[in-house]
């Protein structure tokens, strides 16, 4: 059955979990870099969520998704064995990955995931992968024993410093550059205010720097405009013209401002959902 959920992992309890979907015909041609684009039912909203990995011989994709609205809480529902409705992809522009050397990936959060995809591509290019990885806390740290099968260091960095630097990753990114000067480019992926900060970093250093922006999409074909950010002065659609960018180009204090636009929405949607499900529950 296409778009079948052949299996999950809940990788943080209630928040974070994996998905694995027999989507053959976007597993043939997604890149690092792209996602794609579900909807779960007929009057459902489309989101985007980028692909972790893929298999073309099994002709499978992997999603990670955070449970965060009430999409997301609605796709936590389904189980192995269960189909999503409609998914569209691979959608966006690909990682342009060469051969050059070097390559820093930053991660965090649920970023990581997709910055794993894109850490696994440089790799399997022949390139030297650093891994730099953070989150709140060691229990919320995603892809760590993947990533270490591909990289030549995973540095971690944690809030509350129960594994590896006590700090943010810029921090343990800055160090790394300090002492390395063989780095030829940096990706990063993540919360915006962190992908800021990155940008910030890698700009005293002259290194290239690409970030991919999780921008709000509807149609995630370049129709809608939703999606739009401001990249050097000038208007690009997340959805067809990235979602990778030059970081120091990105006006990310405006995507943050967009990123909160539906915000009271969201939270009244998510409200009504978790009322019916238990309305449901007590039935």
Known sequence: MINKILKKRILIQDRVSEITIYAPHIARKARPGNFA?????ARGERIPLTIADRDPEKGTIVIVYLVLGK??????????????????????KPTEIIKQGEVCCVG??????????????????????????GARSKDLLLFKPELERISSRVLVATDDGTMGHKGFVTEVLEKYLQESRSVKEVVGVGPVP???????????????????LNSIMVDGIGMCGA????VGGEIRFACVDGPEFDASRVD??????????????????????KRAESHDQKS
């Open 37 to 41: 684009v579900l909807r779960l039912s």
């Open 71 to 92: 999409t997301t809480a609605l796709l936590d529902t389904l189980d192995e064995g269960d189909a999503i409705l409609d998914l569209c992809g691979p959608l966006g």
């Open 108 to 133: 965090g959060g649920t970023g990581i995931a997709a910055m794993h995809h894109i850490a696994k591509g440089n790799f399997e290019a022949g390139n030297d992968v650093i891994s730099i990885i």
């Open 194 to 212: 962190m992908m800021k900060a990155v940008a910030k970093v890698t700009g005293s250093f002259n290194v290239r720097t690409v970030v991919s």
């Open 227 to 230: 999606c739009r950010v401001s």
């Open 252 to 273: 990310f204090d405006e995507l943050m401002m967009r990123l909160g636009a539906f915000r009271d929405q969201e939270k009244k949607s998510m409200e009504l959902f």
